[in-house]
Antibody
Framework: EVQLVESGGGLVQPGGSLRLSCAAS????????MNWVRQAPGKGLEWVSY????????YYADSVKGRFTISRDNAKNSLYLQMNSLRAEDTAVYYC?????????????????????WGQGTLVTVSS | QSALTQPASVSGSPGQSITISCTGTSSDVGGYNYVSWYQQHPGKAPKLMIY???NRPSGVSNRFSGSKSGNTASLTISGLQAEDEADYYCSSYTSSSTKVFGTGTKVTVL
């Protein structure tokens, strides 16, 4: 069974830092691209960051670029999000989400560009 | 990257069909067949309902279907049931190699 379990959330003051973790199990973690997605209280979903299966390709939303750092440890089946210079508007539930892929009839890797599994989320509150 | 546009709310009676629209641009929805839809019940994580415009993951009811025309994608729920009451979000791959979500639609079963 695929499982994604986030941890590390909590209350932090503006300007502070926090490191989120996502422990993966039930699948070959090193084969999958991963993402962080957040949801502010009562608001919609917002993609935050993406990392390729090897960690060589990384993207960030403009809202977090320069402040957040995504990383992964395939040996530990874990995904991370280092969050620095936190602001009140970063308050949200943070989800890790797995990208889906398949191999086509010619054996080529094809991403479905969708999130097929999600963790339960971890709440980050930025407040003084 | 601006969020895709969805109606804030859609409602229907049990057994009816409803359709949720998701409007983007030629740089996202219109440019790729990588539109997906997610269902989210209160306090729960989102669940994938449709991927690649019209494909259903294993285990998702065939009452859910997706389509796309130009820059607008749509999710149709037929035979509406009380359990379908939830928030729904579309998502699309973009020309920036990232993905963007829609603004979200609250579905109410009357």
């Amino acid at each position: 069974e695929v499982q994604l379990v986030e941890s590390g959330g909590g209350l932090v003051q503006p300007g502070g830092s926090l490191r989120l973790s996502c422990a993966a199990s039930g699948f070959t973690f090193s084969s999958y691209e991963m993402n962080w997605v957040r949801q502010a209280p009562g608001k919609g979903l917002e993609w935050v960051s993406y990392i390729s299966s090897s960690g060589s390709t990384i993207y960030y939303a403009d809202s977090v670029k320069g402040r957040f750092t995504i990383s992964r440890d395939n040996a530990k089946n874990s995904l991370y999000l280092q969050m620095n210079s936190l602001r009140a508007e970063d308050t949200a539930v943070y989800y890790c989400a797995r990208d889906s892929y398949y191999y086509d009839s010619s054996g080529y890797y094809m991403s479905s560009h969708c999130y097929d599994y999600w963790g339960q989320g971890t709440l980050v509150t930025v407040s003084s | 990257q601006s969020a895709l546009t969805q109606p804030a709310s859609v409602s229907g009676s049990p057994g009816q069909s409803i359709t949720i629209s998701c409007t983007g641009t030629s740089s996202d929805v219109g440019g790729y067949n990588y539109v997906s839809w997610y269902q989210q019940h209160p306090g729960k994580a989102p669940k994938l309902m449709i991927y690649e415009v019209s494909n259903r993951p294993s285990g998702v009811s065939n009452r859910f279907s997706g389509s796309k025309s130009g820059n607008t994608a749509s999710l149709t729920i037929s035979g509406l049931q009380a359990e379908d009451e939830a928030d729904y979000y579309c998502s699309s791959y973009t020309s920036s190699s990232t993905k963007v979500f829609g603004t979200g639609t609250k579905v109410t079963v009357l």
